[in-house]
């Protein structure tokens, strides 16, 4: 039996792939002009570690991700 909430947040989750390749890009090329990226790096690396959990989360419920989520 699938949740509506859950659902949703799976959803949600899958879409978050380009948006984290954007920032992870925009990141990069911050860096590469000589910009002092530390604390947006942090913030990317604590979301990443976010999604990572909810990722687990969901699988063990029965959602389906692909290996690249």
């Given at each position: 039996m699938s949740d509506?909430?859950?659902d949703?947040?799976?959803e949600?989750?899958?879409?978050?792939?380009?948006?984290?390749d954007r920032a992870r890009d925009l990141i990069e090329a911050a860096r590469?002009?000589?910009e002092d990226v530390t604390a947006l790096?942090?913030?990317l690396n604590d979301l990443e570690?976010?999604?990572?959990?909810w990722v687990r989360?969901?699988?063990r419920r029965g959602?389906?991700?692909d290996e690249s989520d």
């Open positions: 509506d909430v859950l949703q947040i799976a949600d989750i899958k879409n978050l792939k380009p948006k984290l590469e002009a000589g790096q942090s913030q570690m976010r999604k990572a959990r989360m969901l699988r959602y389906i991700f």
